[in-house]
């Protein structure tokens, strides 16, 4: 059994920063690609970054430049430093895992943080 959990959601200003935190925990032997989604009303989830165990990373051209992915292996955690933040970044903010348990492989996935971007 794993949990992902995510936090650091809330509302902010345009122009605003925050930074969302995500935590894994439970029967872990180690955990792959990790990565940040977010879904707004009426659209579809999409990716916003994921970052590889060894620290490669990938944004969605929207973001590029403005976000920061960053992860802590020994912490199990990942990361999404949000800078310059748009009405458009407003979305429910997910976070998934690749998760190696001792049972398998599992796609873990948070219950979502809220971002709003509004003055």
């Known amino acids: 059994q794993v949990q992902v959990v995510e936090s650091g959601g809330g509302l902010v200003q345009p122009g605003g920063s925050l930074r969302l935190s995500c935590a894994a925990s439970g029967s872990i032997v180690s955990i792959g690609v990790m990565g940040w989604y977010r879904q707004a009303p009426g659209k579809q989830r999409e990716l916003v970054a994921r970052?590889?165990?060894?620290?490669?990373?990938n944004y969605v051209d929207a973001v590029k430049g403005r976000f920061t992915i960053s992860r802590d292996n020994a912490k199990s955690t990942v990361y999404l430093k949000m800078n310059s933040l748009k009405p458009e970044d407003a979305a429910v903010y997910y976070c998934n895992a690749q998760i190696l348990t001792t049972i398998g492989l599992r796609d873990g996935w948070g219950q979502g943080t809220q971002v709003t971007v509004a003055s």
């Open positions: 970052i590889t165990r060894g620290g490669s990373i």
